[in-house]
């Protein structure tokens, strides 16, 4: 890592040794120090706009990197937008003039963010756990995956794509022959200094069809789907408890 402000795809360059699924097996992401503080968990009321939510992240991030704040878990919604990262390409951003579109330090192409959609904004010292951008990745893939599974839904890491998904056996197969599969979480992360900011974002009950303003995360063969378009009666409320459990597996103690 020779990057003090570096943006990261979770999709890293090369080759992997190692799955990001057997990464995450290995051991959790947990704090070094035994009696390391809590996380704090904030839930923001309403829509948060998007200038607002970077311009937090941004003081936030150099608070805790001079040891003045603690870490931080900053769960959002955000008013219909598009969030372009640091691979975007022009030509997957296909209705520009619908939503706004704001371009973003963190890793990864186009995605949208509007109601219904939870955002959670991780902003970890990496110092303080483990300096491995891979492991990390991988573990908020398992914190979405440990999520998704207590409404009995199957998330799935996929090593050449983003993100995390859901097999879709009662739709038509794609023309190679293998199974549809939507997207239903999303990850963009940034590291500045080892203390990470940006995050996941997971598909509650969005307008689905908002997402076709942009090819999601530069994958035009999948669609995306969310918890109640695969008919689950799921609120928002109910997927902040379920984070908050799965957070404390993967990540360690949280304040309430």
């Known amino acids: 890592m020779t990057d003090n402000s570096a943006p990261l795809s ?6 992997m040794q190692i799955s990001r699924e ?25 829509l948060t706009d998007y200038d607002e ?4 992240m941004e003081e936030r991030v150099q608070s805790i990197r001079e040891g ?3 870490e931080l878990v900053w769960l959002v919604e955000h008013p219909p937008l598009y969030t372009a990262g640091t691979s975007a390409r022009a030509q997957d951003l296909l209705t520009p003039d619908r939503f706004p579109v704001f371009e973003t330090g963190r890793g990864g192409e186009y995605t949208y963010h509007g109601p219904g959609q939870r955002v959670a904004y991780v902003m970890l010292d990496l110092k303080r756990r483990r300096e491995d951008v891979r492991a990390f990745v991988a573990a908020l893939e398992e914190w979405i995956i ?6 009995n839904v199957k998330g799935e890491r996929r090593e050449d794509r983003v993100g995390v998904w859901v097999v879709r056996p009662e739709k038509p197969r794609l023309a190679n022959g293998e199974p549809c599969e939507d997207k239903i ?19 509650v ?16 063969e999948h669609g995306v789907t969310s918890l109640v378009d695969l008919g689950l009666p799921v609120t928002m409320d109910d997927v902040d408890l379920a984070l908050g459990r799965a957070f404390e597996t993967v990540f360690g103690a949280r304040a309430a």
């Open 10 to 15: 979770p999709a890293l360059n090369g080759k």
């Open 22 to 46: 057997d990464t995450a097996r290995q051991s959790r992401f947990l704090p070094m120090a035994a009696d390391a503080p809590p996380v704090e968990w904030l839930i923001a009321d309403g």
């Open 53 to 56: 939510a970077l311009r937090f």
């Open 68 to 70: 003045t704040a603690s």
């Open 146 to 151: 440990e999520t998704l599974a207590q409404f």
């Open 185 to 203: 979480a999303a990850i963009g992360i940034r590291l500045r200094r080892w203390v990470s900011f940006h995050g996941i974002s997971i598909n």
């Open 205 to 220: 009950e969005p307008q689905l069809e908002h997402f076709s303003g942009i090819v999601p995360c530069g994958i035009a």
